[in-house]
């Protein structure tokens, strides 16, 4: 496989999010209902469903370019990686809204976005490498003001999946530099 097959999996995220995006403005955006609405139990599908649905397009064009390039940065270590570490990121951030945001509804890919900021943050705190230094840094340059997301200023913002999913970005970093500490080179 080529060195751009790791990147098959984020065209394919980038791809279901713009089809949805799409099915659900000529549904009037019916689909959704279907977003994470915390501490209902109709709401537990949200965990997995609403990061790839959005309140517009103008909304999903604002987490396209942070899921193309700090997605990219972290699909560069693999394609299994990054299916892996969006699912635990995604899985993560929900249930932690589900379990602590305020009674809304919430959607948008802006979790991943933040959960992806916080991995490459986390990785560079605990791998201390000059690749994980380097990225950190970039990251920090170019999308520090993300963190702004994070404060509950404004009405229609789900700032806890952005809170959510820095937390769960940092918590992967960790859990995936202990899995790498107690591998043997």
Sequence with gaps: MGPMSRFRALAGLLILLWIVEVVN????HSLNGFGLVPR??????????SPILHGSFAHLLSNTGGLIALGG???MRGERH??????????FSGALVWLFGRSALHVGASGLVFGYFGLLLGRAWY???PET?????????VYGGIIWGISPLQRFVSWEGHLAGLIAGLVVAR?????DEAIPR
């Design 25 to 28: 403005f000529i549904l009037s």
């Design 40 to 49: 209902r139990l109709d709401g537990l599908p949200g965990i997995l469903v």
């Design 73 to 75: 940065l972290v699909a």
């Design 82 to 91: 990054f299916v892996t570490t969006t699912l635990a990121i995604a899985v």
């Design 127 to 129: 791998r201390r490498t």
């Design 133 to 141: 230094l380097l990225i950190g840094a970039v990251v920090i340059a």
């Design 175 to 179: 859990l995936r530099a202990r899995r």
